[in-house]
Structures are given as structure tokens and as C-alpha cells.
């Protein structure tokens, strides 16, 4: 079939390399005025959005914005290498972070194509916005879907960015601070891994259709492996403020992936299972929305 899991992969695949070869054809022809570094940064953002736009157009023509999934795992491997390349400051500890930004990238980006269907299959969030506003679903389509996810990754991202230029200044030395953030960051990726594996092994025995995942990393967090995603990007502020002249400010960058998944993801997962499954309500209050620990007291 020409809607094949592997024929899908493979254009999405295409997709993305089309993608990622404009921007590297466009980059020289980029002109920004200032400082080197922060020049580099804005084009690397810049060419974030106009990749972002290109998918759009192509969830367009196939008509299965799930063509942009990926990209919340694939972009920060890209903008990371690139500016790592870019910027010139190969360093240790710089290098180390942008393999821990390609692992976490890599094993979701997997885990994604393990979950894709193909073609023909679209995530039932984008599924739910086209037929509850379809006159309004273009706008939800590209700012919504497309261009939201895209501009809270690049914020999330600008900790790595400002570490990556840090760190080959002279004088630097990593502080106990920096192998902590490293540590978070693994047992973040840790966390999401576990996650993701306990609930694909829960799902795919038969008889647990229509039942609650509530073993594992599940028992007391309602999405674990969201807690990993925003333990993740919180590791990834830490790093960057392990640098003396770091800025605090940018604790505001991970707190924007808290925020989407606090107030998007969650409420649109749980009313989802909410619908589905009976069991769901009494599950809701016995866990936490996130902290794998620490379980809710229940009313006597």
C-alpha cells in the first residue's frame, strides 16, 4: 500500500532532510548585523521558523499535521550541531551536552516512529480541533500545532546555546554544579525511556484495552514521561547556569515547557481518558499530574 508504516517513515524522512537542506543552502545568504554569536543565534532561530513553515506546508499537501511531530525531538539536534559547528566552540563539556541533547532526540524520535501508524493516521488532538472549529482550524493548524511547539523548543533551547558559547571563554572551569545538571538530564532521559517502554508493554497485551496503566513509573504520576520531558529542559537550564556569569532569568525557558504541558497537555490527555475509561476518575485521585513520588492523600 502507498500508506504503508515504511513508505510513511520514509516520506516524512524526505520531509525533513528537504527541510533541513534549505535551511543549510539559505544559511550563508543571511545577513545579520552584530555580534558573531548572537548573529549565528538569530539565524539559527530564524531558519527554526521557515523549517517549521516548510513542514506545515507539506502537513498541508498530505493533508496529516502529525507530519510535524517529530519536530519537537528532531529540531534540537539539528539547531545544537549546527551551532556547536557554527560558532566554532568545540569544547569538552559543550559537546557533551549536545550528545545529551542527541540521545534525548534520537530515543523520541523512535519512540515516535514506533507509534506512527502511517499516512493516513493523524493524532486525534488535531483530529479534535478540525472538527470542533473547522473554519478556525487553518490559524489552530499552523499557530496552534506548528508554530507554538516550535517557538517553546526554541526558548527552551537558549540555555544550551548560551552554555555552548560559555564554556570555551577562557578562564572557565566546570563547577560541581555542572556533572549535576549532567546527572539530571540523564535521569531525565532515564525517566522518559522507562515510561514510555512500561506503557508500551502495558499496551500491547490485549486485554488491557480500555483499562489504566497504573504500574510502574505510572502507579503515582499520571504522565511520567511528561515529568521527564520537563525534568529534561530543566537540566539543560542547569547546565547553563553552572557558568559564573550566568543568567537567572532563563529559568523562565524551561518554565514555558512546564507550562504547556501543565495547561494544554495534561488537561486535553486526562479529559481524553476521562471519556474513555471509567476506572479513569478514581486513578486521577490517587496520583500526582506529574512527580512520579510523593502520592496524594485521599479524603477519608
Given at each position: 500500500?502507498?500508506?504503508?508504516?515504511?513508505?510513511?517513515?520514509?516520506?516524512?524522512?524526505?520531509?525533513?532532510?528537504?527541510?533541513?537542506?534549505?535551511?543549510?543552502?539559505?544559511?550563508?545568504?543571511?545577513?545579520?548585523?552584530?555580534?558573531?554569536?548572537?548573529?549565528?543565534?538569530?539565524?539559527?532561530?530564524?531558519?527554526?521558523?521557515?523549517?517549521?513553515?516548510?513542514?506545515?506546508?507539506?502537513?498541508?499537501?498530505?493533508?496529516?499535521?502529525?507530519?510535524?511531530?517529530?519536530?519537537?525531538?528532531?529540531?534540537?539536534?539539528?539547531?545544537?550541531?549546527?551551532?556547536?559547528?557554527?560558532?566554532?566552540?568545540?569544547?569538552?563539556?559543550?559537546i557533551i551536552l549536545v550528545i545529551l541533547i542527541c540521545v534525548w532526540g534520537l530515543r523520541?524520535?523512535?519512540?515516535?516512529?514506533?507509534?506512527?501508524?502511517?499516512?493516513?493516521?493523524?493524532?486525534?488532538?488535531?483530529?479534535?480541533?478540525?472538527?470542533?472549529?473547522?473554519?478556525?482550524?487553518?490559524?489552530?493548524?499552523?499557530?496552534?500545532?506548528?508554530?507554538?511547539?516550535?517557538?517553546?523548543?526554541?526558548?527552551?533551547?537558549?540555555?544550551?546555546?548560551?552554555?555552548?558559547?560559555?564554556?570555551?571563554?577562557?578562564?572557565?572551569?566546570?563547577?560541581?554544579?555542572?556533572?549535576?545538571?549532567?546527572?539530571?538530564?540523564?535521569?531525565?532521559?532515564?525517566?522518559?525511556?522507562?515510561?514510555?517502554?512500561?506503557?508500551?508493554?502495558?499496551?500491547?497485551?490485549?486485554?488491557?484495552?480500555?483499562?489504566?496503566?497504573?504500574?510502574?513509573?505510572?502507579?503515582?504520576?499520571?504522565?511520567?514521561?511528561?515529568?521527564?520531558?520537563?525534568?529534561?529542559?530543566?537540566?539543560?537550564?542547569?547546565?547553563?547556569?553552572?557558568?559564573?556569569?550566568?543568567?537567572?532569568?532563563?529559568?523562565?525557558?524551561?518554565?514555558?515547557?512546564?507550562?504547556?504541558?501543565?495547561?494544554?497537555?495534561?488537561?486535553?490527555?486526562?479529559?481524553?481518558?476521562?471519556?474513555?475509561?471509567?476506572?479513569?476518575?478514581?486513578?486521577?485521585?490517587?496520583?500526582?499530574?506529574?512527580?512520579?513520588?510523593?502520592?496524594?492523600?485521599?479524603?477519608?
Amino acid at each position: 500500500m502507498i500508506f504503508s508504516k515504511l513508505r510513511s517513515i520514509i516520506a516524512v524522512l524526505i520531509i525533513y532532510v528537504a527541510a533541513f537542506i534549505g535551511c543549510f543552502v539559505l544559511y550563508p545568504y543571511l545577513d545579520i548585523p552584530g555580534d558573531p554569536g548572537q548573529a549565528i543565534l538569530i539565524k539559527v532561530l530564524l531558519l527554526d521558523v521557515l523549517a517549521t513553515v516548510f513542514i506545515f506546508i507539506m502537513s498541508c499537501i498530505f493533508k496529516n499535521s502529525s507530519i510535524y511531530d517529530p519536530y519537537w525531538s528532531v529540531a534540537p539536534i539539528v539547531m545544537s550541531i549546527s551551532f556547536l559547528y557554527l560558532s566554532d566552540n568545540f569544547n569538552t563539556w559543550s559537546i557533551i551536552l549536545v550528545i545529551l541533547i542527541c540521545v534525548w532526540g534520537l530515543r523520541l524520535t523512535i519512540n515516535w516512529a514506533s507509534r506512527f501508524n502511517n499516512l493516513r493516521h493523524q493524532d486525534w488532538r488535531y483530529t479534535h480541533f478540525k472538527n470542533k472549529f473547522p473554519k478556525l482550524y487553518p490559524l489552530l493548524n499552523f499557530f496552534g500545532i506548528h508554530l507554538m511547539p516550535t517557538i517553546v523548543v526554541a526558548v527552551a533551547m537558549i540555555p544550551a546555546f548560551n552554555f555552548i558559547g560559555d564554556v570555551t571563554k577562557a578562564g572557565y572551569e566546570p563547577s560541581f554544579m555542572t556533572i549535576i545538571a549532567y546527572l539530571v538530564i540523564v535521569i531525565a532521559i532515564l525517566i522518559e525511556a522507562i515510561s514510555d517502554l512500561q506503557m508500551t508493554m502495558f499496551k500491547r497485551i490485549p486485554s488491557n484495552t480500555g483499562l489504566v496503566m497504573t504500574q510502574g513509573l505510572w502507579k503515582n504520576s499520571r504522565h511520567p514521561n511528561y515529568f521527564g520531558e520537563i525534568l529534561f529542559w530543566f537540566g539543560v537550564f542547569l547546565v547553563h547556569f553552572s557558568v559564573r556569569n550566568a543568567n537567572p532569568l532563563l529559568v523562565f525557558c524551561p518554565l514555558v515547557v512546564f507550562v504547556l504541558f501543565q495547561f494544554v497537555s495534561i488537561p486535553m490527555m486526562d479529559k481524553r481518558q476521562l471519556n474513555s475509561k471509567p476506572s479513569f476518575k478514581e486513578y486521577m485521585e490517587s496520583t500526582n499530574p506529574l512527580l512520579p513520588i510523593f502520592p496524594p492523600k485521599k479524603d477519608k
